[in-house]
């Protein structure tokens, strides 16, 4: 039985501390937990990590094969889910990150299991393994258990968490490691615009030195499909522009994340106030909203003028509706254009 601060680590699971239920286990210091970690592995271990793979979860997972190199036999990265975005398509791609589709693999063959950035409960295909390690910074829920628990519900990052496991083994991490690392940390936290703790602030400043940032700009720039080109095309014929507002209705779209980024684009233009860019997908109306967000709400804009018709909300500064076409009247329906996006939402802007 392994034992954790001479604690038996079958016992007391997860405990609530200030309405925030976490495990005991980020109490203790970097090393307790890394010695925690590694107590649970020897030389003939087959280890499967599991991650839901997005750049946090997938750097960590790296990181938790280097921490585990020389002491197991083999560590295999599993995933689920299909990578759709394209960032992080480039991430894996340029990092050579060797990572491999969950039904690819048979999870029986592994003697350990771990899970990053996510819980058991999260997925169905998770639930059904009993994990050994479970490390996350999601809030958690307690309907599961693991022999070593560590979730820090406040960090920004799991990436920031796995630096903090690194440094405490002496590891320095090479430069593709420190790079996903310091680009999960960067994606997670929104560049530190959403919460995170000063501890994240800590592991990028450590990182910063190691990363190669010119492959970060990469990744981060890498969001468009070639084919995704003729829309922008598109737009630039259709976008309307009255009373600092432009609209451009693009008509079918072989995704709403097109509808997205022609939105964004639109919004770096001065004197917008406001961009709505809608497009036909699955038989709704999609349309997107943005704006500066200051004294102009694009969420209540967007429930003021959609949501009779379908789902419609969002924040200050961006806002979306989805719209079945047969909730518009049938006019138009069969011939929405620029200009009835425009006569839609005009009846509603009225400053
Ligand atoms: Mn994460």
Known sequence: MAFFLGIPLRLNRLEKIDDVITRSASRNSAKDRLNGFWNLFDKEDEVLILINADPDAIASAMAAKRLLSYR???????????????????????????????????SKDFDKYILLDSQPSHLPCFEKIDFHVVIDHHPVNDSWDAEFIDIR???????????????AANIVPSVALATALFYGIKVDTQDFEKSSLLADGISFRYLFNIANRNLVRKFE???????????????????????GRAYAHLGRVPSPDTLVIIADFLNHVDKFDWVLVSGLFNEKLIVIFRCDGYRKHAGKLAEKTFGKYGSAGGHKEAARAEVPLKNLSLREN??????????????????
């Open 72 to 106: 197991v036999k083999n560590v295999t990265i599993g995933y689920p889910n299909e990578i759709h975005r394209l960032n992080n398509i480039e991430m894996v791609k340029r990092l050579k990150i060797p990572i491999e589709r969950l039904h690819t693999i048979k």
């Open 153 to 167: 519900p406040e960090y920004g990052a799991v990436s920031s968490m796995m630096v903090e496991y690194l440094r």
């Open 221 to 243: 720039l890498t969001d468009l499909r070639r084919s995704e080109l003729k829309y922008f095309k598109v737009a630039l014929n259709e976008v309307k522009v009255s009373k």
């Open 334 to 351: 069969q011939e929405f254009s620029t200009a009835s996006l425009m006569r839609l939402a005009t009846v509603h802007m009225t400053k």
